[in-house]
T-cell receptor, first 114, second 112 residues
């Protein structure tokens, strides 16, 4: 099955700096890569996603890049703000005969210091 | 509450007792999922269901059971075989294959 590794497990930045979180996946058949943000005590929320036919996608201060050859994808947050502090999860999805399922990385605790 | 509702928010279980966690969605999604969130290990898949009356084991199905009698509902039973003292369970649904999930707000289960 799919295996997703995520680094770093914790990341601390100063407000205004950029933050980068990286993930690798094992199954070359995976074709959908979402990122979720989970604030303390709340449910994970989808913040951006990318499909395997695209190399980069941006949405305001966040962007995701995908390198299919190397089987890794990254989340980039620019001009970080204290409200960006949360746990971020990457995930990979493939469609199987039994259906579609997401495999998640272990999560990155991002702290943005004012 | 975002179209997918989990209840209760907190649940206490005595050793040897089975308990059932509720997950209901009004999003008309076919696929539903149960994950357990472990500190430092992300979200691990317990069971999932693509259609009514069918479900598949995930990576950590031992000690759990599910049913999918209605499209809107996917309850999870935690049996006495599940030994973890405290766990956080997340239910999710998905609109179509290759889409993202919508998550419920979670249930925190504690063994007392």
């Amino acid at each position: 099955g799919e295996n997703v590794e995520q680094h770093p497990s914790t990341l601390s930045v100063q407000e205004g700096d950029s933050a980068v979180i990286k993930c690798t996946y094992s199954d070359s058949a995976s074709n959908y890569f979402p990122w979720y943000k989970q604030e303390l005590g709340k449910r994970p929320q989808l913040i951006i996603d990318i499909r395997s036919n695209v190399g980069e996608k941006k949405d305001q201060r966040i962007a995701v890049t995908l390198n299919k050859t190397a089987k890794h994808f990254s989340l980039h947050i620019t001009e970080t703000q204290p409200e960006d502090s949360a746990v971020y999860f990457c995930a990979a999805s493939m469609i199987e005969t039994s259906g579609s399922r997401l495999t998640f990385g272990e999560g990155t605790q991002l702290t943005v210091n004012p | 509450d975002g179209g997918i509702t989990q209840s209760p928010k907190y649940l206490f279980r005595k050793e040897g007792q089975n308990v059932t966690l509720s997950c209901e969605q009004n999003l008309n999604h076919d696929a539903m999922y149960w994950y357990r969130q472990d500190p430092g290990q992300g979200l691990r898949l317990i069971y999932y269901s693509q259609i009514v009356n069918d479900f598949q084991k995930g990576d950590i199905a031992e000690g759990y059971s599910v049913s999918r009698e209605k499209k809107e509902s996917f309850p999870l039973t935690v049996t006495s075989a599940q030994k973890n003292p405290t766990d956080f369970y997340l239910c999710a649904s998905m609109a179509g294959q290759g889409d993202g999930y919508t998550f419920g707000s979670g249930t925190r289960l504690t063994v007392v």
